[in-house]
């Protein structure tokens, strides 16, 4: 399949990382996002990425400057008629995403093959119902998307093994190292990964050590490059909540998986970490609230 455009749908954390990444593998990226300001955020940060990797002699100057040109932006889902590939990456809300889904398939030829970047929601409901459920497919990144090697190709139960063999080759083209995945909650990774926050929200919420602490311990300790409390701070809080109700709701409100009400009262406080200048701990005073 020749993908030549990439529409990315969500300019946040994620969206703007895999635009980022897949520009500077060549594609052209169009990248959407609900109003300009948000789009107008991302282009500056993904300017910022960019051009510190041709600072630090990574890239050339030349080279950061194409990969920038090949951006475009838009808010309207219309124009994603000229993409053969889109990667979503919207706020982890099945609801939301199966309506996007279903504008996709109305906004996209019939062989675009969509996308999503979700954590832990499953790709079978997110296809069902589009009327071309074949073409809906899990390609998982993972936070900071320039930097981590690692793509989880989730296949569904109505994927077509085509859509999953060019979502398999196109992350290595776009330099990254992807695995095959089931379409169970959480797929491997975020799985695996449930018992490092909530085990240590459990202890903070019994007393047995402060945050600080805890991070500190995990980090030096046992060797992790950082600790539980940053990296949520890192994923954003609302984003590792969702993850944590998602997963748990789906294995039948298995108690391992129980979200911590802590991290919901941070949530609804707005605290979510880097993205709003505060969150275990303070970012940017300017920002927090
Ligand atoms: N943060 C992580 O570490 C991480 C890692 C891997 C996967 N993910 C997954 O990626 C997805 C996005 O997460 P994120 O951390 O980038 O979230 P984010 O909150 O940083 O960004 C979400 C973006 O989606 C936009 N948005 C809101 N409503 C929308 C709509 N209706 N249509 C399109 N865009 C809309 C927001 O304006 C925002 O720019 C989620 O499914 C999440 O589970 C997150």
Redesign the pocket.
Known sequence: MDIQTIGV???????SGIAQVAAQSGFNVLL????LK?LQK?IGQIGHYVRRSAEKGRITEEEAEAALDRIATTTDLLDFKRCQFVIE????RID??K??FHQLVTATPDDTILA??????SITQIGGGTGRPGKVVGM????PAPLLPLVEVVAGAQTDPAVVDTTFELAKQLGKRPIRVKDVPGFIVNRVARPFYLETLRLLEEGVADYRTLDKLIREGGGFPMGPFELMD???L???Y??SVSVYEAYFNDPRYRPSLLQQRKVQAGQLGR?SGRGWYIYDKDKSS
């Open positions: 749908v969500g300019s946040g954390t994620m969206g959407y996002d609900i109003n948000i991302a990456a919207a706020p982890e939301l995403k309506d996007l999503s970047n979700t954590s832990t929601l998982h990144f993972f936070n890192l994923i954003g609302d984003i590792n969702a993850a993205k």
